[in-house]
């Protein structure tokens, strides 16, 4: 049982080069996330998909896009890349996203370094 | 939106219980607590979560006050694994996390 398996796990970009980031998770969730920590910071919500066909704005949206292919997989796609989003970016599943069903299990990450 | 506040570092003692306020004062009726875990860079581990009353686990045990504006997370009995940085979290607009800095868990020999 992988759980959230993201990819790639490191990535260099040069500015304005685009890239997307994948995960899936094997958990029959319904609920998927994005996630970007910043160093020293925690983790701050990009996007989420509460169920199949649904995506919604987090707290940092901004230069990012995400499609939810089908219930296992999210995906998170820079356009246009920055320096400014040179982080470490999570995904993360839920069987539910409302609030007693909202345990998330997390990928092990990828490193993005923009230059 | 619910926000926390944690202390941002604290040490413990192996063997001893660690004991991990969180302050909460804005918490609406309905939203629960959640504890996770960030052990070096990896991705957060998910421990325990509660909405009035106690929780216990196998990982940890958490209290939460009755006019639930702060809780406590509880580590036992700390081992040198549980270094960590936890994270106090309550879900605000129904499903989103607002995870703050946490608080830096140093267990030592």
């Known amino acids: 049982n992988a759980g959230v398996t993201q990819t790639p796990k490191f990535q260099v970009l040069k500015t304005g080069q685009s890239m997307t980031l994948q995960c899936a998770q094997d958990?029959?969730?319904?609920?998927m996330y994005w996630y970007r920590q910043d160093p020293g910071m925690g983790l701050r919500l990009i996007y989420y998909s509460a169920s199949e066909g649904t995506t919604d704005k987090g707290e940092v949206p901004n230069g990012y896009n995400v499609s939810r292919l089908n219930k296992r997989e999210f995906s998170l796609r820079l356009e246009s890349a920055a320096p400014s989003q040179t982080s470490v970016y999570f995904c993360?599943?839920?069987?539910?996203?409302?609030?007693?069903?909202?345990?998330?299990?997390f990928g092990a990450g990828t490193r993005l370094s923009v230059l | 939106d619910a926000k926390t506040t944690q202390p941002p570092s604290m040490d413990c003692a192996e063997g001893r219980a660690a004991n991990l306020p969180c302050n909460h004062s804005?918490?609406?009726?309905?939203?629960?607590v959640y504890w996770y875990r960030q052990i070096h860079s990896q991705g957060p581990q998910y421990i325990i979560h509660g909405l009035k009353n106690n929780e216990t686990n196998e990982m940890a045990s958490l209290i939460i006050t009755e006019d639930r504006k702060s809780s406590t997370l509880i580590l036992p009995h700390a081992t040198l694994r549980d270094t960590a940085v936890y994270y106090c979290?309550?879900?605000?607009?129904?499903?989103?996390?607002?995870f703050g800095s946490g608080t830096k868990l140093n267990v030592k020999p």
């Open positions: 993360a599943s839920s069987e539910g996203s409302w609030q007693s069903k909202n345990i998330q299990y």
């Open positions: 804005t918490i609406s009726g309905n939203e629960y």
């Open positions: 958990m029959n969730h319904n609920s």
């Open positions: 979290i309550v879900l605000y607009n129904f499903n989103k996390f607002y």
